[in-house]
């Protein structure tokens, strides 16, 4: 399982840090900073589906 | 609003009013209607002004990939506007537009990013049980009885940023004064120079000017930071500061008030809410989702079509987030409060350029209010469905909300 964010899409809402800080940090300005480069680690499928399913940009998205 | 004695609506449809007290009491009802016979409504009133109720058009208006609309006005009002023209607008970034609000905005990211917000929840829980302690010695001489909206949740928001702005903490009364004139009350309002938000706040800025501090509270930094390679213009500050204080007061208050109000009336989301911690960022985000408190505004910028309803430059349109909060397209059971909701991907804090600013800030507050409160109070419930007020206009929650401690 692969993970895209888009920093353009992204407003900062800061869900997908909440959700799972082992996936995604904040920078000084508050904007999501993906932790993992590409692939997610299986234990963390779960936590990713649900920063998908709770950033109100659609600036997360998941491929096979 | 509740002096003014307004005209009925005849169709929601055709004439509809925000402002209206029959909105303030049915509105979910009301966008739910709307959204599947008319999802773009309009009225005449203040000038003329559309509602729409979809999410889609909701999320793209706020986009606003092609400059229809402008912020220079957010609050729907009947009084002509005197402050800074576009793209600055009143109280920047509010009300400013692009290319200028980026560079606004960016000048306020650095302090209500997460961590830094983090480094307040121990002040924001101690201030929660001190009006606890206080409130609960009142319930005690009262058979059981205090106002959860105002011996609680009003209190939290004002206390928070006035120690962020530094601003003296028993001012509270002060800037509740000033924000029932602006929001709660857009009609003209004859408010004697002296008594204005505007002198209060400057002598308040020129005192932190006149003893600036490197690492101070939010004044010095706005009186610190450079835009454009130039220190800001006292305007800028002024009304910077008097956004930051309307939009985090009303708005938090209404957030822990419904939350309350919700749980007062269902003991079994209370129980899980205390019994389950798991759940509670789930459940933080389903309170601003079904009860969002906020609607904002826009101004139309250039004539064009929506949905084939003529939006003429100047007309107003409102943004109901809390409307695009219960579209069933985009959530399922829209209409179901679910406390341990998975997929939420509301629009409380707003969608786009103008997220929330506030919105870590206020989900901090909202998260300690309520733990602290159910740490502190088993069970409670409203002493009288009736007896509970909710604004009108744009921000929307309980205003007083009567509650018995029972356990
Ligand atoms: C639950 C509480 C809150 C809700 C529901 C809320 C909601 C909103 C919404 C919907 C917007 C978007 C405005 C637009 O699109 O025109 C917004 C913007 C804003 N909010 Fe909040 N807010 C809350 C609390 C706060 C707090 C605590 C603060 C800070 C003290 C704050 C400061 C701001 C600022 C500065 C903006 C303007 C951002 C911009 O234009 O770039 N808000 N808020
Ligand atoms: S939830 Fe979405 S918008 Fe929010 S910080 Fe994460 S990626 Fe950005």
């Not at chain 2, 609309?69 to 793209?87: G, I, L």
Request: hydrophobic letters at 40%.
């Amino acid at each position: 399982m692969k993970i895209k964010y888009s920093r353009e899409l992204c407003q900062g809402h800061n869900r997908c840090y909440m959700l799972a800080p082992e996936l995604f940090d904040v920078d000084d300005e508050g904007y999501a900073v993906l932790l993992v480069d590409g692939e997610v680690p299986a234990e963390l499928h779960e936590k990713a589906q649900l920063c998908v399913d709770n950033c109100p940009e659609y600036a997360i998205e998941l491929t096979e | 609003m509740e002096d003014l004695v307004k005209e009925p609506v005849a169709d929601w449809a055709t004439d509809f009013d925000h402002s209206h007290p029959d909105y303030g009491a049915n509105a979910p009802a009301i966008w739910d209607e709307l959204r599947t016979t008319c999802p773009v409504a309009h009225s005449e009133r203040f000038g003329g002004m559309w509602l729409p109720t979809r999410h889609d058009d909701i999320a793209a208006i706020a986009a606003n990939d092609d400059g229809n609309y402008t912020s220079q006005r957010v609050v729907v009002s009947a009084v002509e506007d005197e402050s800074m023209p576009a793209p600055i607008g009143g109280a920047p970034p509010i009300t400013s537009d692009p290319p200028f609000h980026a560079d606004a905005r960016r000048l306020l990211l650095a302090p209500f990013a997460p961590k830094v917000i983090n480094e307040i929840t121990p002040f924001a829980r101690q201030f929660c049980n001190d009006l606890l302690d206080d409130a609960l010695a009142k319930a005690q001489a009262n058979d059981g009885v205090f106002d959860a909206a105002v011996d609680y949740a009003q209190s939290i928001p004002v206390r928070v940023i006035a120690k962020m702005l530094g601003l003296p903490p028993e001012d509270g009364d002060i800037f509740r004064r000033f924000i029932h004139q602006i929001v709660e009350n857009p009609v003209d309002h004859d408010v004697a120079d002296e008594d204005s938000i505007e002198v209060y706040l400057d002598a308040q800025i020129d005192k932190h000017k006149a003893d600036p501090k490197p690492e101070g509270d939010l004044i010095d930094h706005l009186l610190r930071v450079e835009l454009y390679g130039e220190k800001l213009s006292d305007e800028h500050v002024r009304g910077t500061v008097i956004l930051l204080l309307i939009a985090g007061i009303d708005t938090t208050w209404s957030a822990i008030g419904s939350s309350l109000w919700h749980l007062a009336q269902n003991p079994d989301d209370l129980k899980r809410y205390r019994d389950e911690p798991e759940i509670r960022p789930f459940a933080q985000e389903e309170f601003l989702r079904f009860y969002a408190p906020v609607t904002m505004a826009r101004l139309v910028a250039q004539d064009h079509e929506l949905r084939g309803c003529p939006m003429k430059q100047g007309d107003w349109v409102l943004l109901p987030f809390p409307a695009a909060n219960r579209d069933p397209e985009a959530f399922d059971d829209a209409d179901t409060f679910i406390i341990d909701r998975q997929k939420n991907r509301h629009g409380a804090f707003g969608l786009g350029i103008h997220r929330c600013l506030g919105s870590n800030l206020a989900r901090m507050e909202l998260a300690v209010a309520l733990d602290v409160f159910v740490e502190r109070i088993d069970e409670f419930e409203l002493v009288d469905p009736e007896a509970v007020r909710f604004s009108t206009g744009q921000i929307r929650g309980p205003r007083e909300l009567p509650i018995r401690v029972t356990r």
